[in-house]
Nanobody
Framework: QVQLEESGGGSVQAEGSLRLSCVAS????????MGWFRQAPGEKREGVAA???????SYADSVKGRFIISQDNAKNTLDLQMNSLKPEDTAMYYC?????????????????????????WGQGTQVTVSS
């Protein structure tokens, strides 16, 4: 079992920055691949970024060049640095983990299907960007 807890959300003006963190506890081997997903009210959940245990990353086109996903295995944390935020980034952001590793093809598909296939989810942290 893995428990995930997100933090770092808040309200920020457009062009501002936020850093989200996800602390993981439990079985290390059950989170070989991790990702950030988001869901705005009335919208489907969408993928933001994903990272394999070897550090390989993938990003949704909408955040490429603005967001950076990273992990610290020693601290059991997954971070999302969000820069140049836009009002359309407003959403609840979720951390997710899956037990199997994810190559580039799988990461792309995982993001496209909004995280379906994840074994564990956090409760989410709200990000609000005002214009």
């Amino acid at each position: 079992q893995v428990q995930l807890e997100e933090s770092g959300g808040g309200s920020v003006q457009a062009e501002g920055s936020l850093r989200l963190s996800c602390v993981a506890s439990g079985d290390t081997y059950s989170r070989a691949c991790m990702g950030w997903f988001r869901q705005a009210p009335g919208e489907k959940r969408e993928g933001v970024a994903a990272i394999d245990s070897d550090g390989s990353t993938s990003y949704a086109d909408s955040v490429k060049g603005r967001f950076i996903i990273s992990q610290d295995n020693a601290k059991n944390t997954l971070d999302l640095q969000m820069n140049s935020l836009k009002p359309e980034d407003t959403a609840m952001y979720y951390c997710a983990a899956r037990s199997d590793r994810c190559n580039s093809r799988y990461r792309w598909a995982w993001l496209q299907r909004g995280g379906v296939g994840a074994n564990f989810w956090g409760q989410g942290t709200q990000v609000t960007v005002s214009s």
